[in-house]
Structure formats: C-alpha cells, structure tokens
C-alpha cells in the first residue's frame, strides 16, 4: 500500500530511507491516547457522579447505582440546597452561605491585588535599602504553616475589634495572599522593559505617574491572572473563613461543610451533591472560561524569578 | 576656563554596586554643541556613565554639571536632557501623538505649546503621518524616529542616545546614522552618544571618549583616535581589522624584533626618543605596504601568506612574519594565494609606538 | 569657582538627599509588605513558638513550663496517629504526584491531538476546593451506595472497597481523594518544564540513535531537575497543610483513624480550649516545614553564592 504512494523513481533515484511516517493507529498512538482516555475518565467520573446523583430523587439513589443516569431527572435538589438545606437552626440553604463569600471575595481580591501589585512595582522598579530583605522575609513566609500564626491574628484582630467579620477575614486574605502576588506582580514589571520606567522618569513621571499611566495598562493580563488566582484561592477557602468569621457570615465552603457533614436527620445525597456542586461553581466557571491564564497563575508560584 | 563653554560636566565620579567600581573618578567635558561618543565594549561602563548623567542611576561620589547647573542629585526631568534608548522604550499603549506629548503633559505645559512642539518635532523627523498610531504598528526605524522625536519635543540642550541603532538592521543603521548626523548639524544640540560600534562612533562624533573598566582611554577626536592613539588598548580596539602588534625592543633609530627591524626615522615620538627600549609597535593592516609600494621604504620584510579574505573592495591577507601572524589590506584586485611569499614594507611614520610595560604611546 | 552663579535650586540638587527621605514613595508603598512579613510571619510565628512552652488553656498565659507541652504531645495517641497519618499520606502523595505528573506531562508533550482537552481535564479538579473534592470522594467512596455497591450490584457479592470506613486503610481513602485534586498542578508545572527544554536537545537525541525512553531518563529529567525540586518543595508545604480535605471527607474518622497534625492544631486551639497544645503541635509543624525547606534554601541559593 505505501509502495505506490512514493515519489516516481525518476524524481528520486533513491528513494527515503528509514521508516515511513508512522500512521494515526500506530501502536504508540494507541497506547498513548489510550492511556490519555482512561485517566481522562478517572478525572471526570466524580463531576458525572455529582451531577447524576444531584438529579435523581432519594428513592431513585437508594435503589440504583451511582453511575447510573437518572431516570427521573429532578431540580428539586438544587433547589433545597440553595434555598432551603439546614445548617443548625438555620434552614435557608447554601443562598447565604454564597452571599458571604461574594462578600468576602470581591473587597478580598481587589485589596490584595491593589496592595500587591503596587509593592511588586516598587520591588522591581524602586528598589531601596532592605527592599530585598523583606521580601525574602515574605516569600518564606508562605512556607510557614498557617497553624502557627492563626492564634496571634485572632488576638490582633480582635485588638482591632475586626474579629468575626466580614472585614477581619478579608484582612487575613489580603495577608496571606500577599507573598504569591507580590512575587507574580514583581517578576512581571521586572520583566517588563526598563528602559520604558526610564523613558518615563525622563518624561518626568513620578512613582505614582508612572504606575497608573504607563505600567498599568502595559499589565491587564497579569492583573486577570491575579485576579484568578486570588478568586479562586478566596472562594475555596476553608480554614480561615471558619476561624474567623461567625456562623452568620459563614463563608459558602464552611456552611457546605456543615449541610453535608451534619449529624442530624436523615442523608440526602443528592442534595448534597447538588450544594457540592454549587459550591465548585463559581470555581469551575472561571476555570475553564480563562483557560490558559489559570494555568500561568498557578505556574507563577513554581517559576522562580 | 570658561565654563559656559561646557555644557555637561562630570568631576570625578565614582560609582560602586557594593565591592564593583562601575566608574572611577571619571572627568569629562562636554562643549556646547558638541557630539561626543562615548565607546567601549559592554561592561566598560559607558552605558552607566550615560545613566549617571541622565540621573537614572545615584552615583556614589562626584559632581555632575549641566549647563553650569550642579545637577547631580536632581531628577533627570528637572535635567534639561532628553534621552533615546536602544529599545525604543516607546509607551505601548499610547498613540505616537501621546509618546511625544507625556513629558511636556507632565512637566504642565500649556495645551497650545503641547501642539506646536509636536507638531514641529514631527515635521523634523518627517512622522506627521504617525502620529496617530500606535507604537506596535510601526516599523523599527520609525520607532526609533518617534523616540528621537520624544526627547526633540523636550525643547532641551543635551540629548543623550543609549545604542539607538542597535536594534535595528544593518541597512536602516546606516540610514539613521546620516539622519542623525544631519538633525546634529540642523539643531545644535550637545548629543552624547553611547555605542559599541566603532563604525558609528567614527562617522557620527566630534570626539570619542573610549572607556574600559569605567576609565575614559582616550578622549580625541577620531582622527588622533585612529592615527594616535595613546595606549594599546585604544590602539586594538579602533580598527577593523584590528592592528598589528608586534613586541620587540627600540635600538637607537631602530625597532627590532625578531628577524626584523625597522627604521624609526619618520615616527614622532611624544618626548624624545628613548635610546633602549622595550616596546610594542603597532601598524594598521592598511599601512603595511605591498607591491612597488614596499619597494619604496627601507623597512621590509619577507612573509609568507597563510589565508586570503576577498572582501570585494579590498583583499585581506593573513601572513606570518617569523613567529608573528601580521594582517595587511590589499587591492580587491590582487591574485595573491595561501602559500605565496611577499615582499612587504612597513610606512614606520604612520606606525605607533608603545611602552611594553605601561602601554602608554611613546 | 563659576558654578556660584548657579540660576535654578542648584542648592538642593547639588547635595546629597537623607537617605531616609530618597524613594520615600516606594517605601510607604511597601509598609504593607513590610507590616505582614515583621508583624504576622514574624512576630506571629515567633509569638506561637513562645507560646508553646507555656501552659495556656482557654487564654494565652505566660507561664513557662519548659518542654511540657511537647512531653504530652509525643505521648497523646491522637498525635501519634496524626503524625503517622501525614507521613504515610505524605511519601505516597508526594511518590505518586511526581511520577504521574510526569508521566501525564510527557504523555502531553508527545505532540497529540486535543491536548489542551486533556489538560483541561486532568486540571480541573485543582480548580475546586478540597471541602468539594472531599465531599465528592465521601459519596463515592459510600459503601452502600458507591463504588463497593455498584461493583456487587453487578454480581461480585464479596467486593470490598470501603476504605472511609476503615480504620487501618482510610488514609489512602483520603489519599485518592488528594491525588485526584492535586495531580493536574503537577503535570502543569512538569509540562512547563518540559516546554522550557530546547527542541535542539530532541532533534540530538535523534541524531544519536537515543530511544524516547532512555531520551527522557537519561537527558530530559536530569535537566529538569530545578523544576523537580520546586514541585518536591511546593508539594511538600501544601502537604503539612492537609486539614480541608481530612475535615470534609472523614473529619478524623472513623474514631480518630484519620486525623492529620493540622487539625490537631485547630481542634485543640479552638474546641479543646488547650491552646499550649495547639501551640507545641503547630511549632511541630513549623519544624518539620524547616526540615524540608532547609536543604532546598541551601542547595538553590547556597550554592549560588559559591558558584
């Protein structure tokens, strides 16, 4: 079959030597996309058990089995997660719970990027006396478990009398975000040429001129990653939202927790399933809306500068 | 001295990154009008020197004047300097229009003003037709216009240039480079000038400040640079190719090195001429003579070709000369092949003479 | 001298400005950075160390009892099997991350179709929380109604796969769970690591005769051994960090077979009401994060220097 695809001899005396391009079903191929297909399912049979299991109704769950499709395809259960599921003697749903975290997200995000991307530009550009030490200092900090300084934070917040608020835990975000931002915002404008900073100083901008007019609008993808990245981090925040907030300003992973984990009455699986997957939402959608620049705000952390 | 007559000054600056001397109590002047080019191969400081006199960079100790103003703590915009960098450093997402006017907007100058140093920077560098678009729809030269035109708008007396052409491609290079020296000779300006490019710098300055490990060499104009230059090191930096080097020792009227000597009858020495010496001559590729032209001076020797470079207008030779190798330019013409034997001459007025131990110009 | 006449606050710029005072724009912009890395990284992790040699209970006390805290934490049972529990989860993530990441990431690299589909999916899980991984993993993982049910449902009666709910193995029921959420990040950075290797090393190995195989053993991993170490670090103090997933997916259970130091902390500082406890556990922490961390400083930036 390959024979009488090749060129005419009297083109090519000689014809290629070695072996012909290997063809889509290759061995190879079909161990490597078999491989590729297989763990694919691994990685996608907890989001399809999810969302089957949150559309099926109790009895449907109780006899069936989990991968099965529903045969009833219900919304009752997304309905009762949002308005109605149970935390202690609380019974209006996950509603709440969201309503926190976008709360505590938006001033969250937007504080630590303003006050990040602000540092890592005088970081790359205004370097002075011991800049590089408090950064080493803070970069080293994100090594430290949070365990050993979750207890002065609750002394010093409740010093400013922003223990159990919305505000105390954006606070604590916007600290533990700093070490990651400040290195992904430093090692941007540090990128970036210098020349353009000394252009501008030239041009006779000032420390603050030359952030807003001429590094700002250069860096709104690095500011979208950020923003990913902060969103992401702040929304699937457990340990901070339970330590420091209340259970009125619980934020949405804490009071998913406590629907699903609690004690009392009778498992509703799918309930549970459809909260669960309520939670993962906000999440979900901006992982795979923003592609490729959630990928490069996780490899900021991995890549040194 | 008349100071007015200088429009930059620097006295004895020094500038150290923790144990690394970039400069070292370097002195210049800078006349008015002038076009000087400071030289060097990187990391010899010249860059840095630049970035000093812009105020870019705090030096560590000495003064910079401008004008006759002290300005070495000043901010480089209250200089009385414009700057063009060797990647454009163009603002991307403003217009052409916006690139030139930031500076004068930041410095609040009237609106009217704004428009018509512009529109004049604009006329001069022939961009009017740009002046809307933005910096990434331009081709690299006229990115380079634009930057020249940002520090034009700036009204000042010192423009400084950090490797403008160096990012650009050979043949644009040299467009620019008659284009600068052009807007040079059309406004007057002081322009200090910064570049590794030999070319550049011979075509394009009044005078050449070579530097090496943050020390000026040589300051001169590029003839005495090329013809006389003061030390080795300027020697075999100016020059392409370089120029022969050859050790050996001064007797009497005479140069010897091995299997070789020539007489010093037309080299004008700088004091009087040593009687015993041990020296380093060095002559230009251009100067060793071939042909009926080496018959005509006493100083000859025999060498045998080793390679031959065709260049089109000039034919390069590499010969050896005893245990020397010795490069000379011939006619682009000239038939001679690797392995020939010939006669050379060497025009000794036109050499230069070194101390072997201090490398300083006899 | 003529520079007297100077015209224009020639004064001021000639002399040398406070030093204090230059670049007073960028210091103020960094209080912030400076505040959190002296006050909270510093400050806060010194004040828990101090802290954990004192007997607090409900309040934070200074009363100095030497190492009494750390003498009853290496004797409580629950700290043993905490500690136990992260050791064992810690080497199998850690083994299991690196070598299916890489594997995953070089399967990627081999120029296939449709991969940023699968990137998309070996990635997403690290999108979601581990409140929601370990939530999803519990269901599945049900043995009434999950894997274990459905596996007998099809006929196989004697199955069974109920590691939630079984003391002895429940830690690899939480270890699935992790790698299910942490092993697209590995890959990521694999991935990135791969990218970064010059085409010009493949296209050798090809003139050589070198096989794929051996391409990657020989040539590629030891040149991506920079990008190995930080994966090793960064997935090394994400794993001392392991509370989230333990909380939602078994909450220490069954009994306390699946309890991890970090919750220890937290349980004892704020339900157990015996902060000292939670103090010398946490420094615990804090020391075994040196013990890693500690190598790799010196090995990447120690080595700078001598270079």
């Given amino acids: 079959m390959a024979e009488t695809m090749s060129p005419p001899k009297s083109r090519l005396l000689d014809g290629p030597r070695g072996s012909k391009p290997k063809s889509r079903f290759s061995r190879r191929n079909i161990f490597l996309y078999g491989t590729l297909l297989l763990v694919s399912v691994y990685y996608l049979l907890p989001l399809y058990v999810m969302v089957v299991t949150s559309l099926k109704g109790m009895p449907e769950i109780r006899l069936g089995n989990i991968f099965a499709p529903p045969v009833d395809i219900t919304f009752e259960p997304w309905v009762k997660a949002w308005a109605e599921a149970c935390t202690g003697i609380n019974c209006d749903g996950l509603s709440r719970g969201f309503g926190n975290s976008i709360k505590i997200l938006v001033p969250s995000v937007a504080l630590s990027i303003a006050i990040a991307s602000v540092n890592g530009y005088a970081l790359a550009n205004w370097k002075f006396k011991g800049s590089e030490v408090f950064f080493t200092i803070l970069i080293i900090g994100a090594f430290i478990p949070y365990q050993t300084m979750i207890y002065p934070i609750v002394i010093m917040l409740r010093e400013i009398k922003l223990m159990g608020s919305l505000w105390g835990l954006v606070l604590v975000h916007t600290v533990f975000g700093m070490p990651i931002l400040t290195l992904l915002f430093r090692n941007y404008f540090t990128s970036l040429p210098e020349e353009l900073f000394k252009a501008a100083r030239v041009d006779g901008a000032g420390f603050w001129g030359i952030y807003f007019r001429v590094m700002l609008p250069m860096s709104i993808p690095i500011f979208v990653v950020a923003m990913i990245l902060q969103v992401t981090g702040i929304w699937n925040d457990f ?28 498992k509703e699986y799918n309930v549970n399933m459809a909260a669960t997957l309520l939670t993962g939402l906000v999440p979900l959608i901006i992982y795979f809306v923003s592609g490729k620049l959630f990928v490069r705000g996780i490899a900021a952390g991995a890549v040194k500068g | 001295m008349n100071m007015n007559a200088n429009s930059v000054e620097v006295r004895d600056l020094d500038l150290h990154f923790g144990d690394v001397k970039v400069l070292q109590k370097l002195n210049i002047d800078i006349h008015e009008g002038e076009f000087l080019v400071l030289l060097g191969s990187s990391g010899c400081g010249k860059s840095t020197l630049l970035n000093c006199i812009a105020g870019l960079l705090d030096v560590t100790d000495g003064q910079i004047f401008i004008k006759g103003d002290n300005v ?4 480089p915009s209250d200089r009385g300097i414009g700057m063009v960098f060797q990647s454009y450093a163009l603002y991307p997402q403003m ?7 930031f500076g004068l907007k930041n ?58 052409l160096s990012n650009l491609d050979a043949k644009l290079r040299t467009d620019l480079r008659v284009e600068l020296k052009r807007l040079h000779q059309q406004l007057e300006n002081t322009m200090i000038y910064v570049t590794h490019d030999q070319v550049e710098a011979m075509t394009l300055a009044d005078r050449i400040a070579i530097m090496k490990g943050g020390k000026i060499m040589q300051l001169g104009t590029p003839d005495e640079i090329y013809n006389r230059p003061q030390n080795i090191y300027v020697a075999g930096f100016i020059g392409s190719p370089a120029m022969n080097m050859i050790e050996g020792q001064i007797q009497g009227a005479e140069f010897v090195a091995d299997g070789l000597s020539l007489p010093l009858d037309g080299y004008e020495f700088i004091g009087a001429a040593p009687a015993s010496q041990a020296a380093v001559i060095g002559i230009r590729p251009e100067h060793v003579l071939t042909g009926d032209a080496a018959a005509s001076v006493a100083a000859k020797a025999e060498v045998e070709v080793q390679i031959v470079e065709k260049l089109g207008s000039d034919t390069l030779v590499h010969a050896s000369l005893g245990t020397h190798n010795l490069r000379l330019r011939m006619d682009g013409l000239s038939a001679v092949k690797a392995g020939d034997r010939i006669t050379v001459g060497f025009d000794t007025s036109r050499a230069s003479l070194f101390d072997a131990s201090s490398e300083a110009r006899l | 001298m003529s520079h007297a006449e100077n015209p224009r606050g020639a004064e001021r710029s000639a002399r040398r400005p406070r030093q204090l005072f230059r670049n007073l724009n960028a210091k103020f912009a960094s209080l912030p950075m400076i505040l959190t890395a002296l006050v909270v990284f510093v400050g806060g992790t010194a004040w828990t160390v101090a802290h954990s040699f004192t007997k607090s209970r409900l309040l934070p006390k200074w009363d100095f009892v030497g ?12 700290w043993m099997i905490s500690v136990e529990n992260l050791m064992i989860y810690g080497v199998c993530s850690l083994v299991l991350t690196m070598v299916l990441g890489f594997t995953l990431a070089a399967l990627l690299d081999r120029k296939i179709r449709f991969e940023s589909a699968f990137r998309t999916i070996f990635l997403y899980p690290f999108a979601l929380s581990f409140i929601v991984t370990g939530l ?20 196989w009666e004697s199955f069974t796969f109920d590691p939630l709910n079984n003391p002895d193995i429940v830690i690899f029921g939480v270890l699935i769970a992790g790698l299910w959420q942490g092993t697209g990040f590995v890959m990521v950075i694999m991935l990135a690591g791969l990218r970064g290797i010059d085409e010009d090393i493949w296209k050798a190995s090809r003139v050589d005769g070198i096989g794929v195989a051996k391409t990657y053993v020989r040539v590629i991993i030891p040149m991506m051994r920079p990008v190995f170490v930080t994966a090793l670090v ?8 392991l509370y989230d997933l333990v909380v939602a997916q078994t909450n220490g259970g069954p009994g306390i077979s699946s309890e991890v130091p970090a919750k220890y902390v937290i349980n004892y500082m704020f339900q157990a009401q015996n902060l000292g406890q939670g103090f010398a556990a946490s420094t615990m922490m804090l020391l075994s994060v040196i013990i890693v961390l500690v190598p790799w400083a010196y090995l990447e930036f120690g080595g700078k220097k001598r270079g």
């Fill in chain 1, 239 to 266: 340990l901070f939202g339970v330590i420091y907030t209340k259970p009125e300003t619980y934020p949405m992973t804490v009071q998913l927790n406590n629907i699903v984990n609690s004690v009392q009455g009778v």
């Fill in chain 2, 72 to 75: 070495t703590w000043a901010e």
């Fill in chain 2, 95 to 101: 217009t052409v229009e916006g690139n030139l006017s």
């Fill in chain 2, 107 to 164: 410095a609040r100058v009237p609106k009217a003003e704004i428009e018509k140093r512009v529109a004049r920077a604009a006329d001069v560098l022939q961009i009017e037709p740009l002046l809307k678009r933005k910096p990434g729809a331009l081709s690299g030269g006229q990115r380079q216009r634009v930057a020249i035109g940002r520090a034009l708008v700036r009204d000042v007396d010192v423009f400084l240039f950090d490797e403008p």
């Fill in chain 3, 67 to 78: 190492f009494d805290q750390y003498e009853r934490l290496w004797n409580s049972n629950r």
């Fill in chain 3, 136 to 155: 999803a993993w519990q269901w599945i993982l049900n043995p009434d109604f999950g894997l274990q049910g459905v596996v007998r449902g099809w006929g």
């Fill in chain 3, 234 to 241: 960064i997935i090394a103090s994400g794993i001392i960090k």
